[in-house]
């Protein structure tokens, strides 16, 4: 490589819980750089969640949202290899920060795809069923646990 790493940029946390991983899930829902509109549709969907479930589980929804970050987060991934004239989905560990960022995602993503009546109460759904360790975030990482499962022969060719 010719060129050194960029630096990090040092994210600031978030006005109201004060998390930077808040700033960084807000980061990611954000779009055409709109970001007081991505946190008040983070902050609406917290509070849907805190009337529906945090009551229930006697726990503040941003631990809800917490955990259900951390059901989706995938251990394993699959990688496309060449060896010979052959490619072969190797399995390999995720580096922790892939892991954060592709946990946010999907559950960005899923929540797009929902029916509802607003970003805020989409993704104010996909936390809680992927609190409940349901929806179609955590079906994402449990198919690519089971990709990973399948292609376990190949991990000898991990690079």
Do not use: C
Not at 38 to 43: D, E, K, L, M, T
Not at 66 to 84: F, H, Y
Request: proline share 4%; charged share 35%; glycine share 4%.
């Amino acid at each position: 490589m010719r060129k050194s790493k960029p630096k990090k940029r040092i994210l600031l946390p978030d006005p109201k819980f004060n998390d930077t991983l808040v700033t960084r899930f807000v980061n990611d829902l954000m779009r055409d750089g709109k970001k007081s509109i991505a946190f008040r549709i983070f902050y609406d969907a917290i509070d849907i969640v805190e009337e529906k479930l945090a009551k229930k589980e006697e726990k503040p929804a941003l631990e809800i949202w917490k955990q259900a970050l951390i059901n989706i987060t995938p251990d394993v991934e699959v990688k496309s290899r060449r060896v010979g004239g052959a490619t072969f989905q190797v399995p390999t560990e995720i580096n922790p920060n892939r892991k954060r960022s592709l946990s946010v995602k999907n559950m960005i993503l899923y929540s797009r795809k929902r029916s509802g009546k607003g970003m805020a109460e989409k993704l104010a759904s996909e936390i809680m069923s992927a609190y409940k360790q349901e929806g179609a975030a955590y079906k994402k990482k449990e198919e690519i646990h089971r990709m990973a499962e399948a292609n376990r022969a190949f991990a000898h060719f991990r690079f």
